[in-house]
T-cell receptor
Framework: AQSVAQPEDQVNVAEGNPLTVKCTYSVSGNPYLFWYVQYPNRGLQFLLKYITGDNLVKGSYGFEAEFNKSQTSFHLKKPSALVSDSALYFCAVISLGDYKLSFGAGTTVTVRA | KAGVTQTPRYLIKTRGQQVTLSCSPISGHRSVSWYQQTPGQGLQFLFEYFSETQRNKGNFPGRFSGRQFSNSRSEMNVSTLELGDSALYLC???????????????FGPGTRLLVL
């Protein structure tokens, strides 16, 4: 079975500081990994994904993620956080053969001014 | 391109009733997936449809069903509602090409269902 884990329920950072949201995965075969963000009372917005190739993936709104095969991690990063980045972030993996996204529990990010 | 749309956005039902939710995918997308989001269980996969056929199903009771129409629009039905069915129901679409698992799924705003 394929799964992802987000070890932190909450991440708090000051505006302008670097932001990191952690994700580890467990898959058999090649991992297809995704990050989504959810703002209050909204659906999920796609940020970025890793399929193959460069370990550093760049996405929307200045976010990037680093794929690390040896550590089975796919951490989301932003060099300088904004108050508007405050939201719920989900890491997900696609299950080969059934098109199903398996999500982590989510990490609430709060960026204080 | 218009995004994924879901109707209605909010619903209040009572136990024992049934409900139908609707999802219109992005134009050209043929795969529609449904997810349930609750504070306790997080995001859980319900089922996925492609070309009017259910390709995958999650671990939900038979009270949860769906269908897809020839224009790729999809409906989800929950019969005999229970209090625990209160959730945000999210629909996602992708082109759904066979064997291409790494496609991005794009989500709608969701339908928030409250069961009293």
């Amino acid at each position: 079975a394929q799964s992802v884990a987000q070890p932190e329920d909450q991440v708090n950072v000051a505006e302008g500081n670097p932001l990191t949201v952690k994700c580890t995965y467990s898959v058999s075969g090649n991992p297809y990994l995704f990050w989504y963000v959810q703002y209050p009372n909204r659906g999920l917005q796609f940020l970025l994904k890793y399929i193959t190739g460069d370990n550093l993936v760049k996405g929307s709104y200045g976010f990037e993620a680093e794929f690390n095969k040896s550590q089975t991690s796919f951490h989301l990063k932003k060099p300088s956080a904004l108050v508007s980045d405050s939201a719920l972030y989900f890491c997900a993996v696609i299950s080969l053969g059934d098109y199903k996204l398996s999500f982590g529990a989510g990490t609430t990010v709060t960026v204080r001014a | 391109k218009a995004g994924v749309t879901q109707t209605p956005r909010y619903l209040i039902k009572t136990r024992g009733q049934q409900v139908t939710l609707s999802c219109s995918p992005i134009s050209g997308h043929r795969s529609v997936s449904w997810y349930q989001q609750t504070p306790g269980q997080g995001l859980q996969f319900l089922f996925e449809y492609f070309s009017e056929t259910q390709r995958n199903k999650g671990n939900f009771p038979g009270r949860f069903s769906g269908r897809q129409f020839s224009n790729s629009r999809s409906e989800m039905n929950v019969s005999t509602l229970e209090l625990g069915d209160s959730a945000l129901y999210l629909c996602a679409s992708s082109s759904g090409l066979a064997g291409v698992y790494q496609e991005t799924q794009y989500f709608g705003p969701g339908t928030r269902l409250l069961v009293l």
